[in-house]
């Protein structure tokens, strides 16, 4: 069985949609209450690495792509979640199922203004301490 | 009762890429704690990026790293042409061969570098001069086909800027060929050195399991035993086409870092050569006016490991989200369980073995946190460090006499 029937066998319902712009490029939609259940999935059972997250600032919502990569085939497997609430985007903390998320967290975290629950040790990566509170650089309209 | 030390190791130095400060937490000799604090020089490029038109933005990632200035360039162009359909159908066949050269070449004068201020850092400072020196002629190279030593300026959006004459290659050929020598003196110098093995061997080690939890990738993973590498498993360039190996260590310490990378070089050798001989005729450019609405992602194997680009087009003549993340941000996280454990006169070489940027170790202080008072320098570590393998190098002499 190859590694999109595990993903769509694991994945079910949780799927939201499924987009693949190229055999190696494949977008997976989720709701954001699955985001890390679906991710321990990939990264425990399915053995992806986790390569990093795009947190992007869209109209409509917050947007997170994780991207995890499936170094036996090539594949980029990314993980879409769409936070709707613009005011207090939140989200599941990753880093609990592994660290490599926390560093990545953090730097959304204060270049987004997004909230990841139960990180454990959200504090400022990039930007310098006296960098004013609640003004996020990567939001659009700054 | 422990007596606990705070050591602050950074800032930067703001000559070099990615600046970063270690607090370590030290109990007598022994590192019990370390705090990572990055940031010192964060340019907000992947803000600018979006005020860059498509074609400008090639330059601007070319300058988040002198070292590896064509890994972010090339993972760049990758993903804005994941949103065309693909290197693969869209770039002429000779701007693939000429990439991969460029980055392979990169990788040998990389892979130079860091070997160089490893020896340093351990007091083998012919290592750091000899190193240095046969970089040069890799740096010319650069300068001979790319007309830069560094920040190369090559990679453009479906091709590169500059061709390669012919009369450059037998130069090229004859430059890697007087390396080779260089290389088997390293593995030589390294490998069958009982100093550098007692100092190396079963330091700052990573597990597997360490490594497949901080997603570390590159050397710093292979070295761990974890069998990745962009080049064959998300194949770019003209790697898929060419004859090379991956080197893997397991035991996930100093010693592996060190000889995957030295056996590394073998290898870019062996690629560049098979590029050379194998280089198609033809155009360098495909000439691409517009970029469609989309999202592309591409990756490049950088030196120092997988190096990640995320770009997201609205159809403008500018990206609307550019995600990038080098290679060192997975990797220097994981120094929280490399140097944790070990001792103090073996932080500068920990934190160095991941191939970070050396500034940081440059830049060290021991300080005693009850009294404030004892205060040591970055060279007094440095100093630390190298009179650990000279105390060695005496034991190993009486031994041998």
Redesign the interface.
């Given at each position: 069985m190859d590694m999109i029937e595990k993903i769509k066998e694991g994945l079910g319902v949780r799927i939201v949609s499924w987009e693949e712009?190229?055999p190696?490029?494949i977008?997976i939609t989720v709701k954001k209450e699955d985001i890390f259940e679906v991710s321990r999935f990939l990264f425990k059972e399915l053995g992806l690495?986790?390569?990093?997250a795009?947190?992007?600032d869209t109209p409509l919502a917050f947007e997170i792509?994780y991207?995890f990569?499936d170094?036996?085939?090539?594949?980029?497997y990314?993980l879409r979640v769409m936070l709707s609430d613009k005011l207090h985007p939140e989200v599941d903390s990753l880093a609990p199922i592994?660290?490599?998320?926390?560093?990545?967290e953090r730097e959304i975290w204060e270049?987004l203004g997004i909230n990841f629950k139960n990180h454990p040790n959200l504090k400022?990566?990039?930007?310098?301490e006296d960098w004013p509170q609640g003004d996020y650089?990567?939001r659009q309209g700054? | 009762m422990s007596h606990r030390v705070i050591v602050p190791i950074g800032p930067y130095h703001p000559l070099q890429e990615e600046p970063e400060f270690f607090q370590l937490y030290v109990e007598g000799e022994r590192v019990v704690d370390i705090d990572i604090i990055i940031g010192y020089n964060h340019r907000g490029i992947e803000k600018l990026s979006e005020s860059k038109h498509f074609d400008q933005v090639a330059f601007l990632v070319e300058r988040i790293c002198g070292i590896c200035s064509s890994s972010h360039p090339y993972a760049y162009v990758l993903a804005v042409e994941d949103i065309l359909g693909g290197e693969e159908k869209l770039v002429p066949e000779r701007a693939v061969y000429i990439r991969t050269i460029v980055d392979e070449l990169q990788r040998i004068h990389s892979h130079l570098l860091w070997l160089g201020l490893a020896g340093h850092f351990i007091g083998y400072n012919t290592v750091w001069m000899w190193a240095w020196k046969y970089r040069e002629p890799v740096l010319d190279c650069f300068e001979m086909i790319t007309g830069n030593r560094n920040n190369y300026g090559m990679l453009k959006i479906g091709g590169i800027r500059r061709d390669i004459k012919d009369a450059d290659i037998s130069v090229l050929k004859k430059t890697l060929d007087e390396l080779v020598p260089a290389v088997d003196m390293f593995k030589g110098a390294v490998m069958d050195d009982p100093v550098i093995k007692a100092r190396l061997v079963g330091v700052g080690v990573l597990t597997k399991e360490q490594a497949i939890d901080y997603c570390v990738v590159g050397p710093t993973a292979r070295a761990s035993g974890i069998n990745i590498d962009v080049r064959r498993d998300d194949p770019y360039g003209a790697y898929s086409n060419l004859d090379w190996n991956i080197i893997m260590e397991k035991d996930g310490d100093i010693f592996a870092k060190t000889v995957v990378r030295i056996l590394e070089m073998y290898e870019s050798i062996r690629i560049i050569r098979q590029c050379l001989d194998k280089l198609p005729r033809g155009a360098i450019d495909a000439d691409i006016k517009d970029i469609p609405v989309g999202e592309g992602i591409g990756r490049v194997e950088a030196p120092r490991g997988e190096c990640i680009h995320y770009i997201k087009s609205d159809g403008t003549n500018r990206p609307i989200r550019h995600k990038i993340r080098a290679p060192s941000f997975m990797n220097v996280a994981s120094n929280k369980v490399g140097a944790v454990g070990g001792t103090i006169s073996d932080a500068t070489i920990t934190l160095a073995a991941v191939d970070p940027c050396y500034c940081c170790t440059e830049r060290v202080a021991v300080i005693n946190k009850p009294d404030n008072k004892k205060i040591m320098n970055g060279w007094d570590l440095i100093k630390l460090s190298q009179e650990k393998t000279n105390k060695l190098r005496e034991r190993f002499k009486d031994g041998g006499a």
């Open positions: 712009h190229s190696r490029r977008y690495r986790f390569s990093t795009s947190g992007i792509i991207h990569s170094d036996a085939s090539g594949a980029v990314s592994f660290a490599g998320a926390e560093w990545v270049m400022r990566l990039l930007l310098a650089p990567l700054k | -």
